[in-house]
């Protein structure tokens, strides 16, 4: 049974950090890529960021990059999204997701797309006082 289990939300200050950690089992963690993404109440569920464990490529989205840096921990099978300088706009339920990158079409796959995962977490919140 694949098992996604996100861990790390809190409550922060705008200017601080956090570290969301993803844990994962039930498939080849090396063959996935995993995915982040956040929802805010009210609003779509967007792709923050991606490592993709078949070729070590990450990913970010435009309003995360130079703040966020995802990392895998292939020994431990979780991927890691340590969050600086959160703005009060990071707020959000984080998700992990997870895709085996074997049965994605190369130049057409896009890691920020939500509709591009198989497999979610439950989920982790992220509060950011201002």
């Known amino acids: 049974e694949v098992q996604l289990v996100e861990s790390g939300g809190d409550l922060v200050q705008a200017g601080g950090s956090l570290r969301l950690s993803c844990a994962a089992s039930?498939?080849?963690?090396?063959?996935?890529?995993i995915g982040w993404f956040r929802q805010a109440p009210g609003k779509e569920r967007e792709g923050v960021s991606c490592f993709n464990n078949r070729d070590g490529k990450t990913y970010y989205a435009d309003s995360v990059k130079g703040r966020f840096t995802v990392s895998s921990d292939r020994a431990k099978n979780t991927v890691y999204l340590q969050m600086n300088d959160l703005k009060p706009e990071d707020t959000a339920v984080y998700y992990c997701?997870?895709?085996?990158?074997?049965?994605?079409?190369?130049?057409?796959?896009?890691?920020?797309?939500?509709?591009?995962?198989?497999?979610w977490g439950q989920g982790t919140q992220v509060t950011v006082s201002s």
């Open positions: 997701a997870a895709v085996n990158a074997y049965t994605v079409v190369p130049g057409r796959w896009q890691p920020l797309n939500r509709y591009a995962y198989d497999h």
């Open positions: 039930g498939f080849t963690f090396d063959e996935n890529a």
